[in-house]
């Protein structure tokens, strides 16, 4: 995937997101989570864009740590909201299934720049 597709890809998550918290029920609960869930998806996309301007190998490597965080962050609040009763588990699926693959994405490049550090 290239960086462009990435950019985009995690881009049309956070707009996933944030439509998708929009339609959540009013209640308090649902206010948290939402607030939350919508902070750590949008932080994915714009610390990826941080990322790849980044002015040096170890700022880059920094702010795709940064990205892991939040996707894994995002995969833990819309758990949340499922087993809060917040959503229908048939709507978080796919959004689901979104977060965990850009938390594995994440996690090996994070993992890949690290190892070529000293290299």
């Given at each position: 995937?290239?960086?462009?597709?990435?950019?985009?890809?995690?881009?049309?998550?956070?707009?996933?997101?944030?439509?998708?918290?929009?339609?959540?029920?009013?209640?308090?609960?649902?206010?948290?989570?939402?607030?939350?869930?919508?902070?750590?998806?949008?932080?994915?996309?714009?610390?990826?864009?941080?990322?790849?301007r980044a002015r040096s190998f170890a700022e880059f490597i920094s702010k795709l740590g940064v990205v892991?965080?939040?996707?894994?962050?995002?995969?833990?609040?819309?758990?949340?909201?499922?087993?809060?009763?917040?959503?229908?588990?048939?709507l978080v699926t796919p959004l689901l299934n979104e977060a965990r693959e850009l938390t594995a994405i994440?996690?090996?490049?994070?993992?890949?720049?690290?190892?070529?550090?000293?290299?």
């Amino acid at each position: 995937m290239t960086e462009k597709e990435l950019k985009n890809r995690t881009r049309q998550f956070a707009v996933d997101i944030l439509n998708f918290v929009d339609q959540l029920p009013n209640r308090r609960s649902a206010h948290i989570i939402a607030n939350q869930l919508g902070r750590s998806a949008s932080s994915i996309a714009a610390n990826y864009r941080a990322s790849c301007r980044a002015r040096s190998f170890a700022e880059f490597i920094s702010k795709l740590g940064v990205v892991e965080e939040e996707a894994d962050e995002t995969y833990f609040w819309l758990n949340i909201i499922i087993e809060t009763g917040n959503a229908d588990s048939h709507l978080v699926t796919p959004l689901l299934n979104e977060a965990r693959e850009l938390t594995a994405i994440f996690t090996a490049s994070h993992k890949t720049a690290k190892s070529n550090r000293f290299k």
